[in-house]
T-cell receptor, first 116, second 114 residues
Framework: GAGVSQSPSNKVTEKGKDVELRCDPI?????LYWYRQSLGQGLEFLIY????????KSGLPSDRFSAERTGGSVSTLTIQRTQQEDSAVYLC??????????????FGPGTRLTVT | SQKIEQNSEALNIQEGKTATLTCNYT??????LQWYRQDPGRGPVFLLL?????KEKRKERLKVTFDTTLKQSLFHITASQPADSATYLC?????????????FGSGTRLSIRP
């Protein structure tokens, strides 16, 4: 079946503009994650959705960042008033969310965001 | 706060040798540890999971050990090949309110030279 998809694949925006990044997880996966990866760095956790539970927003770097997950499926990460330091690859992942399994996360290809 | 360290940013070894990557952590008691592979321009791909009550896990040429006393995991690739060149990430999970949430290390870039 289809894997995790993200759009757009690349986004160039001017400083101060708002951007929306989209993630379509694997169908049936209840857990969805957003990460940020700067050039040559590891993955920085941003936010985690699990089923109908309140999302874990502990990784969001500022109140300019927010995310929604509608209908337990598609998620949108919004960055308001973008800054140059927001430039990075934003990765989305999903997993079954079921305890006792491998907790394997399936990653999308990422959205490369460049703020000029 | 939790901290995950991977032994080095880059590791260069000769084809055919065993590559050993290290993942150390502090201020955390994970229920499990995962290893992922990431190629340039792509998202990470899951390789192996090892649970806190397991000492060792194998999959083909891969072997992972997990020492909860030392707070360390070792990731071995035997008979390494140039195709194994990639960045390898360790990730810890299960120590949070939700079992599914994991935290990643910064990765080790492995290069296998012919």
């Amino acid at each position: 079946g289809a894997g995790v998809s993200q759009s757009p694949s690349n986004k160039v925006t001017e400083k101060g503009k708002d951007v929306e990044l989209r993630c379509d997880p694997i169908s049936g996966h209840t857990a969805l994650y957003w990460y940020r990866q700067s050039l040559g760095q590891g993955l920085e956790f941003l936010i985690y959705f699990q089923g109908n539970s309140a999302p874990d927003k502990s990784g969001l770097p500022s109140d300019r960042f927010s995310a929604e997950r509608t209908g337990g499926s598609v998620s949108t990460l919004t960055i308001q008033r973008t800054q140059q330091e927001d430039s990075a690859v934003y990765l989305c992942a999903s997993s079954t969310g079921l305890a006792g399994l491998s907790y394997e996360q399936y990653f999308g290809p990422g959205t490369r965001l460049t703020v000029t | 706060s939790q901290k995950i360290e991977q032994n080095s940013e880059a590791l260069n070894i000769q084809e055919g040798k065993t590559a050993t990557l290290t993942c150390n952590y502090t201020n955390y008691s994970p229920a499990y540890l995962q290893w992922y592979r990431q190629d340039p321009g792509r998202g990470p791909v899951f390789l192996l999971l090892i649970r806190e009550n397991e000492k060792e896990k194998r999959k083909e040429r891969l072997k992972v050990t997990f020492d909860t006393t030392l707070k360390q995991s070792l990731f071995h690739i035997t008979a390494s090949q140039p195709a194994d060149s990639a960045t390898y990430l360790c990730a810890l999970g299960g120590g949070y309110s939700s079992a599914s949430k994991i935290i990643f290390g910064s990765g080790t870039r492995l290069s296998i030279r012919p």
